[in-house]
């Protein structure tokens, strides 16, 4: 694609203009984004990074965005953080392929650094429609920069955390990205607050629906 093409597409993503995913379901809407040139990251990716998981889980774990080591393996959450996560997940009883994990972005930003409103905006489309399939009685966002764009806030992680929010209709819980827990210990007591709160919604909304 010559670049007048690609930055016509990058304009597009810009100015919020909708494209339809209406018609995708999970395994086709991981194809789209295979193919995604919406935002410039697509230039320096690996891979893409869709999901992992259960597509008939209920519960969604949603990150930043792929780091190294899953840029190169096209998974999240396999890097270090991704095992502390695994651990996470277990310490309440959950394994991760009863779970749902994907993040904001599904390509890597350089250096692992934060998101764009460009990026995040040309990405949204595809959580929004993960979402729309999943059907997730409830959503944990990993970290500031998955709750702040999930909620569309601006509050900080420490405002947002221990309460209930939506995203539409589904319940959304903050917590702690695991990267945050490997770089400061002390925050692993609040983060298991957090992951027991996890398990007990999760656990209503299900019998709930029974
Ligand atoms: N950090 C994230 O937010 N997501 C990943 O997939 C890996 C690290």
């Known amino acids: 694609m010559s670049r007048r093409?690609?930055?016509t597409i990058h304009d597009s993503a810009a100015r919020g203009d909708t494209f339809d995913l209406s018609g995708e379901d999970l395994d086709s809407l991981a194809k789209r984004v295979a193919e995604c040139r919406r935002c410039p990251l697509w230039e320096e990716r690996t891979r893409t990074v869709f999901s992992n998981g259960s597509k008939r889980a209920r519960l969604m774990f949603v990150g930043e965005a792929p780091g190294r080591e899953e840029d190169l393996q096209g998974l999240p959450f396999v890097g270090r953080a991704g095992k502390l996560l695994t651990k996470i997940l277990d310490s309440?009883?959950?394994?991760?392929d009863e779970v749902y994990i994907t993040n904001i972005l599904k390509c890597r930003p350089?250096?692992?650094r934060d998101p764009?409103?460009?990026e995040v905006r040309a990405c949204e489309p595809y959580l929004a429609r993960q979402i729309e399939l999943l059907k997730p009685v409830l959503i944990c966002?990993?970290?500031?920069?998955a709750a702040?764009?999930?909620l569309k806030t601006n509050a900080s992680l420490s405002v947002l955390r221990g309460g209930i929010h939506?995203?539409?209709?589904t319940r959304v819980i903050v917590t702690y990205h695991p990267a945050a827990l490997l770089r400061n210990p002390h925050l692993k007591r609040s983060a298991w607050e957090d992951i027991k709160l996890v398990r007990?919604?999760?656990?209503e909304e299900i019998a709930g629906e029974e």
């Open 5 to 7: 093409a690609c930055s």
């Open 200 to 203: 007990k919604i999760y656990d």
């Open 110 to 112: 350089p250096n692992n």
């Open 92 to 96: 309440v009883g959950l394994a991760r």
């Open 166 to 169: 939506y995203y539409n209709d």
């Open 148 to 150: 702040q764009n999930l």
């Open 116 to 118: 764009n409103e460009e």
């Open 141 to 145: 966002a990993l970290g500031r920069v």
